[in-house]
Nanobody
Framework: QVQLVESGGGLVQAGGSLRLSCAASGRTFSRYAIGWFRQAPGKEREFVAAISWSGGSTHYADSVKGRFTISRDNAKNTVYLQMNTLKPEDTAVYYC???????????????WGQGTQVTVSS
């Protein structure tokens, strides 16, 4: 069992940065790949980035490559999403999820957090 709590969202101007955190409870956290997804109003939840249990493998959506960086600290049971050069189209609720592998398919994630709002103003 893994429980996830996201934090770090907020309001930022276009071109700014935010760092999201996904804090996990449960001793098996380090066995899971962690992914970030986002959902804008009226849209489907979409894949953003994922990282393997070791941190050695990462994957990004094309829309965030070069701007977002995912990392993890298993000693702190936390995964981070550093978001730079933010755009208004990045506005969404951001969720982290835990899966057995680095995958981009939402249905393959076993656990989810409650989400954190990111709003980018133009």
């Amino acid at each position: 069992q893994v429980q996830l709590v996201e934090s770090g969202g907020g309001l930022v101007q276009a071109g700014g940065s935010l760092r999201l955190s996904c804090a996990a409870s449960g001793r098996t956290f380090s066995r899971y790949a962690i992914g970030w997804f986002r959902q804008a109003p009226g849209k489907e939840r979409e894949f953003v980035a994922a990282i393997s249990w070791s941190g050695g493998s990462t994957h990004y959506a094309d829309s965030v490559k070069g701007r977002f960086t995912i990392s993890r600290d298993n000693a702190k049971n936390t995964v981070y999403l550093q978001m730079n050069t933010l755009k208004p189209e990045d506005t969404a609720v951001y969720y982290c999820g835990a899966a057995g592998l680095v995958v981009i398919t939402r249905s393959l994630y076993d656990y989810w957090g409650q989400g954190t709002q990111v709003t980018v103003s133009s």
